[in-house]
T-cell receptor
Framework: GDSVTQMEGPVTLSEEAFLTINCTYT??????LFWYVQYPGEGLQLLLK?????DKGSNKGFEATYRKETTSFHLEKGSVQVSDSAVYFC??????????????FGAGTRLAVHP | NAGVTQTPKFRVLKTGQSMTLLCAQD?????MYWYRQDPGMGLRLIHY???????AKGEVPDGYNVSRLKKQNFLLGLESAAPSQTSVYFC???????????FGQGTRLTVV
């Protein structure tokens, strides 16, 4: 079945460091891909998305490129801030038999940024 | 525009008690989902709905029931709560495939 695998955390970085969180997926068909962020005590918020191969999603300095050849959607940011500390989830959305949309999440990666 | 609203936000149940979690969205979305979030396990899909009057099982449906009598509401029921159902429950909705999901703030449920 469809699935999302992302790197285990926690990821601990100093402020202004470069961030990469790896995400790979398995899916039949052509899924849309997403990154969500969850701050402590809150629900998930959409960070960015890409709906087809080679699309780049970007928001708040974060970027991710939909790579069909490597089935990956790695999250990157050039210079992280303390306020970026959160849990990041990679997810895919695709149609399966019967035309139903399914939304599948990775396990989440906790990011801690220190001053 | 309230988005997705979950009630209650917190609840403590005794083993064997029942309760219903309510999810309400005001965006006219077709798809609605119930997830549970447990440490180290990410979000696991309990049940979902593709429209008013329709529901389907997700990854971990046992011990839960759902109903979608109105398009804007998706109810999650626990008939006989068990300690293994201690978790944070999230509701989400999307308008269709390819769109990002809108999440509620979550319900923290403890079963003792």
């Amino acid at each position: 079945g469809d699935s999302v695998t992302q790197m285990e955390g926690p990821v601990t970085l100093s402020e202004e460091a470069f961030l990469t969180i790896n995400c790979t997926y398995t899916a039949t068909g052509y899924p849309s891909l997403f990154w969500y962020v969850q701050y402590p005590g809150e629900g998930l918020q959409l960070l960015l998305k890409a709906t087809k191969a080679d699309d780049k999603g970007s928001n708040k300095g974060f970027e991710a490129t939909y790579r069909k050849e490597t089935t990956s959607f790695h999250l990157e940011k050039g210079s992280v801030q303390v306020s970026d500390s959160a849990v990041y989830f990679c997810a895919l959305s695709s149609l399966f038999s019967g035309g139903y949309n399914k939304l599948i999440f990775g396990a989440g990666t906790r990011l801690a940024v220190h001053p | 525009n309230a988005g997705v609203t979950q009630t209650p936000k917190f609840r403590v149940l005794k083993t064997g008690q029942s309760m219903t979690l309510l999810c309400a969205q005001d965006m006219n979305h077709e798809y609605m989902y119930w997830y549970r979030q447990d440490p180290g396990m990410g979000l696991r899909l309990i049940h979902y709905s593709v429209g008013e009057g329709t529901t389907a099982k997700g990854e971990v449906p046992d011990g839960y029931n759902v109903s979608r009598l109105k398009k804007q509401n998706f109810l999650l029921g626990l008939e006989s709560a068990a300690p293994s159902q201690t978790s944070v429950y999230f509701c989400a909705s999307i308008p269709g495939q390819g769109f990002g999901a809108f999440f509620g703030q979550g319900t923290r449920l403890t079963v003792v």
